[in-house]
């Protein structure tokens, strides 16, 4: 009983500070907490194996006793403790029983203790104290070539993998430059979470296909876009405060494909390793080692420990030099450890993926004061995994506006010294982003706003034809990225050829589009596993003329495949799959008629799908896509087929003219040259309903004109369009004409007109 209570006052003494004073200029790589620890251990070890010393003393000289040994260790004993951080060898256990005698002798709260105690006492808190210190200076010797590696590891963002002209001079980014913190939201949406079945869903589908699996995750989608469940975001926060939650120690955080799981691990790793621990909101004066496993890896190597692997990771794959016995349970039984379990979806096999869990859970209950993320895609994750109770999920939120400015400034100030030429490359891509809304939508997603930058990067613009834009992206995430994860077509695929695949995509891009609007204007139609599975049998047979049996094999190998990366097309929940974003469905569906249509050699093909689909907002970008691809003349037919449509109540809607206009704002080259008067034509019309009367022509109406006008802008149209409206300049309100000049490249004399506007005699005019 005494013994326990003399071993809690001298542990309360054996303080932090101490520990920093005897560390501080003696250059160990100790650190102070190791030296605090390897006090109290010592002093604890000291007073049970030398019960009597201090038996002597009251309650409260127990507690000066405490005192006392705080006071000696930062006196006579100090140059002696500080020996084996300046690798003098062992304290010398003689002179420090002879001071600890002396300075007792004249402490009145402890000059009756043992005096025959006292050697046998220091000797057990020496030899504990030097096989410590030397323990602990080993862990820290480890710990620093450790963290090295894992910056040498995990800092770099290696950008090999896709595919941009013209990139051979720079193959990575340091992470800290480019990296931005995602926002992350509480998932409120339960294992029990279900969608209303009242029967109140949407009216308006009426292009319900056949099979009821496929019909029920249309609804789904289309209730989930209207209750607003994917956009909610209303109580995001930043995901490093996920490190400094006060109720939780370990989560869950799920993030769609391409929404920055990975890096923001390696992120949290790099910061630690660079000991910059602060920018994670975790206090700056611990010792933090981060562990960093991704799963698949670890499914790969049977039954083996999380720690038996961590360490095989360490020495064989990332290089580090040996580790002592005991490295990572010395920061993992003080809870100094950020374990980081990244891609548990990754985990190929449903089975193993339950063994998998199994193995966290048992890993994270031994060592259960450290902080701790799982990542997973919600696609292969499933809800009874994890207890939410005792692990909160979250989800990883789309960039918004600010978050994508953020990683545009963080993109150039990184590459250009030029400061200048750093902001004139900013502001040509934040306008390419906002002229068009499709391509904003796609920079939503990191992994694409990384495309999108790699190819501004090395091309100093993004090309006009957005379809130039997407069919680079496409060709990175068909074939390049993740390399990483060492996935080739050949160890998968036995009659599918690299080349092959993207045909594929095409015709099941527009097999996907034709199963109906979800009302999603980012996400892409969620696909039935077996009728996918169903569909691509039949295109792989039909492209490789094989026998049924064995194009369905293929198709299961083909959804293997792309089960284990993150590409074009993605499982997006239990046993559906979609495109990564409703852009490249678009996209892709728009090859697929253009490939129809040459290989019958029948334009016809393509103005059918024009008349059929005309005003459809399903349709509306592929047929955007679809015209903007054709040559000059065949352009000219189709925008003339859509000029000329006469549909219902086009003398008040405009919609065949506003459509036609948003075609020749796609800037088909050569298209003056098959039809000058095409052109003319369009923007005559487009300026006439500028100058009507709003009550004409209504709000709806009028609100679409100034959005469309504006899109000439850098386009062959872009000059005559600004002619024909200062030609109406009478017309039309003094400050909306300089709205349209600003828009159509004469900002600079636009703001000088409206300065002299500041002074003009109407007062409306004036505010």
Known sequence: MLTGIITGWVGEFVTVEIAKLLVSGVGSKLHHSDLEKALKASAKAACEQEEGLFYSCQKDGIKGSAKFLNKFFQGKGFHELQKPLKNEGKPDIDFLTTAFI?????????????????????????????????????????????????????????????????????????????????????????????????????????????????????????????????????????????????????????????????????????????????????KPDVDYLPIIIRMRDLSKKGDISILDYAKQFAEKTMSVKSLPTGFFEYWLEDGRTLILLDGLDEVSEESKRYNVVQRIE????????????????????????????????????????????????????????????????????RKALNDNERIKLLAKNPLLLTIIALIHRYQAVLPRERYKLYNTAVKTLLTSWDANKELTTHEKLQYLRLDDLRRLMESI????????????????????????????????????????????????????????????????????????????????????????????????????????????????????????????????????KILNNEGENEKWLHRDLFFAAACLAEDIKGLNVADEKLGEEILRGLVDLELSESNKIGNKVSSQIFPIISRFYETAYEKRALELLKAEAEKIDKVRLQRYRKELGEKKEAIAVLINLLTDKDSDTRS
């Not at 990542?375 to 499933?382: D, F, L, Q, V």
């Not at 994890?386 to 150039?412: A, M």
């Not at 891009?509 to 077996?530: F, M, P, R, S």
């Not at 907002?617 to 065949?634: F, Y």
């Open 102 to 282: 002396h300075e007792a002798d004249n402490h009145p709260e402890i000059n009756k203790i043992d005096k025959d105690c006292v050697r046998p006492w220091m000797e057990t808190f020496v030899n504990q104290y030097f096989q410590n210190t030397d323990t602990y200076i080993k862990y820290q010797v480890a710990k620093e070539n450790y963290l090295k590696q894992i910056e040498k590891w995990f800092d770099d963002v290696k950008f090999a993998g896709i595919a941009v002209p013209g990139q051979e001079v720079e193959k990575s980014e340091k992470l800290e430059q480019i990296f931005v913190m995602p926002d992350v939201e509480e998932d409120r949406r339960g294992k029990d979470f279900v969608l209303p079945t009242d029967g109140k869903w949407d009216e308006d589908i009426l292009d319900i296909p056949r099979k009821k699996r496929q019909h029920e995750l249309l609804l789904e989608q289309r209730q989930r876009v209207k209750l607003g469940l994917e956009n909610r975001a209303t109580n995001k926060f930043l995901a490093a405060k996920l490190l400094i939650q006060s109720d939780a120690n370990k989560f869950v955080l799920l993030g769609s494909p391409g929404s920055g799981k990975t890096t923001l691990l390696s992120y949290f790793a790099v910061m630690l390793a660079q000991n910059q621990s602060e920018k994670l909101g975790l």
């Open 362 to 429: 048992n890993f994270l209950g031994q060592f259960d004061r450290n902080i701790a993320i799982i990542t997973s895609r919600p696609a292969g994750y499933k809800r009874d995994f994890f207890r939410t109770e005792e692990f909160p999920h979250y989800e990883l939120l789309p960039f918004d506006d600010d978050k994508v400015e953020e990683f545009i400034n963080h993109w150039y100030d990184s590459r250009f010294q030029d400061k200048e030429e750093a902001e004139r490359r900013k502001e040509s891509l």
């Open 509 to 640: 891009a527009y097999w996907v589009h034709t199963q109906g609007n979800t009302g999603d204007k980012e996400g892409g139609t969620l696909i039935d596993c077996e009728e996918l599975l169903n569909q691509l049998t039949k295109e792989i047979r039909k492209s490789t003329g094989i026998e049924l049996y064995k194009a369905e094999e293929e198709a299961k190998r083909f959804i293997d495949l792309i089960k284990e990366r993150t590409g074009l097309l993605n499982e997006q929940g239990k046993d559906c799959y979609a495109f990564v974003h409703k852009t490249f469905q678009e996209y892709l569906c728009a090859q697929e008629i253009n490939y129809q249509a040459d290989n019958e050699d029948d334009f016809g093909i393509v103005l059918e799908h024009i008349k059929e689909h005309l005003h459809d907002p399903h349709w509306r970008e592929v047929l955007l896509l679809l015209v903007s691809q054709q040559r000059p003349k065949k352009a000219v037919k189709a925008i003339r």
